[in-house]
Nanobody, 119 residues
């Protein structure tokens, strides 16, 4: 069974930092593009950052220069380092893993972790 387990959310003041981690089942990790998405109350889910299986990274314009996504292939994890956090970064953050076979169905999702940034 494929699992994605997120950790590292919490509450922080504006300007602070948090680091999110997503542990992905070993069976799919090496083949997966892994992304972080977020959903704020009343808003649609949006892409934050994606790192491909070959470690190419892409970011939403709103987080460029503040967030860094990385992957550790030895530990089957993808991390999102979030610096200079703003209140508008407050959301539930979800990890997503897509393999070539699961791309049409949207891949696998974690359960989400809450990030709250206070002003």
């Amino acid at each position: 069974q494929v699992q994605l387990v997120e950790s590292g959310g919490g509450m922080v003041q504006s300007g602070g930092s948090l680091r999110l981690s997503c542990a992905v089942s070993k069976i799919i990790f090496v083949f997966s593009d892994v992304g972080w998405y977020r959903q704020a109350p009343g808003k649609p889910r949006e892409m934050v950052a994606i790192i491909t299986s070959s470690s190419n990274a892409n970011y939403a314009d709103s987080v460029k220069g503040r967030f860094t996504i990385s992957r550790d292939n030895a530990k089957n994890t993808v991390s999102l380092q979030m610096n200079s956090l703003k209140p508008e970064d407050t959301a539930v953050y979800y990890c997503n893993a897509i393999t070539p076979l699961t791309k049409p169905s949207g891949g696998f999702w974690g359960q989400g972790t809450q990030v709250t940034v206070s002003s």
